[in-house]
């Protein structure tokens, strides 16, 4: 059975894949990046995500900015959170020791058929 790695700056929109993934596909890991918001709030977002759907998927936190150019966010779309009236419980949880690039390619060598979904 093929394994899938969600990698996502979970605002409203990666939320909604992260669970619809999560219910479809073998999802054994989720990797954040800054995006719609700081990658504080976005792998804080993804925890609470995977909590409240009481999932038990772990979460790297990566990049908190681009390699080159400005950061730009969707704050303006999604809120100051990227989850703004959700209203998610904090998580108890934290992100991994490991960073996500750390995390891909572990799984790159662990797993035998690994996909990676970008969002």
């Known amino acids: ?10 605002g409203h929109d990666d939320a ?6 999560a219910g479809h596909l073998n999802l054994i890991a989720v990797t954040t990046v800054f995006g ?16 409240s759907a009481e999932l038990d998927i772990p979460v790297s936190a990566g990049a908190d900015r681009p390699i080159l150019g400005e950061i730009k966010s969707a704050e303006a779309v999604h809120g100051k959170s990227g989850l703004d009236g ?3 419980p904090a ?4 992100v991994t020791s490991e960073t996500a690039i750390e995390t891909i390619l572990r ?3 662990e797993q035998e058929d690994l ?3 970008a969002t």
């Open 91 to 94: 998580p108890k949880r934290t």
């Open 16 to 21: 909604v894949a992260l669970l619809f993934a």
């Open 107 to 109: 799984l790159s060598h």
């Open 86 to 88: 959700a209203n998610f």
């Open 115 to 117: 996909h990676i979904i």
């Open 1 to 10: 059975m093929p394994a899938f790695l969600l990698d996502c700056d979970p």
């Open 36 to 51: 719609n918001t700081g990658i504080e709030n976005t792998s804080r977002n993804a925890l609470a995500i995977i909590e």
